[in-house]
């Protein structure tokens, strides 16, 4: 209600004295008031976040089962009835494995042959094992060629946040 009032009194003002109106002419007759500035713009909220690593247990889960396969007791089961469940788990996991992936050994050598592992090695292409002594240059048996991803596609999750550790939905068969 007090700015009512105050804008009665500004108009009895202008009225009653023609300099007083002067101002507010030029304020009214002023070109356009430049746009205000645009608000900053809001990003869209973050997508909801999942570990690259359960989008890989979930893909193994949903292809080869393998969550179910290591986490049911065996105990109860014969080494026949085991070997004959792994068969399917393994083909599928490999499956997956290569259509993500494309895996190839890191390195060309058969195991069992002598290789150079040269001084100042990269650590995450050699582990050495054994007698290690020295800074290198070291030559040992191959044991292991180790593995490397010629790629790497992971399905993009698109969840909900609330269901991002989630691995496998429950099923649920409705008669």
Known sequence: ????????????????NGSAAQPLRE??????PA???AAA????????????ALSLLAVLQRE??????????????????????V?????????????????EPLRSENE??????????????FRLV????????????LSHPGWKATKCELPEWTGREDSALVVAPAEVEVK
């Not at 054994?130 to 048996?141: A, E, I, L, Q, S």
């Open 130 to 141: 054994g007698n290690v002594t020295g800074g290198g240059p070291f030559r040992g048996t």
């Open 112 to 125: 069992g042959a002598q290789i150079s592992v040269p001084a100042g090695f990269d650590s995450a292409q």
């Open 1 to 16: 209600m007090g700015d009512f009032i105050l804008g009665l009194q500004a108009l009895w003002q202008i009225w009653g």
């Open 41 to 52: 713009a809001v990003p869209p909220p973050a997508a909801p976040r999942r570990s690259e």
């Open 87 to 103: 068969r399917g788990v393994h083909a599928d996991c490999a499956a997956a494995l290569e259509r993500m992936f494309a895996l």
């Open 27 to 32: 304020v009214l007759t002023a070109t356009e």
């Open 64 to 85: 080869a089962r393998l969550v179910d396969f290591l986490q049911e007791s065996v105990s109860g089961y014969t080494d026949a009835q085991i070997g004959a469940a």
């Open 35 to 37: 746009e205000p500035k």
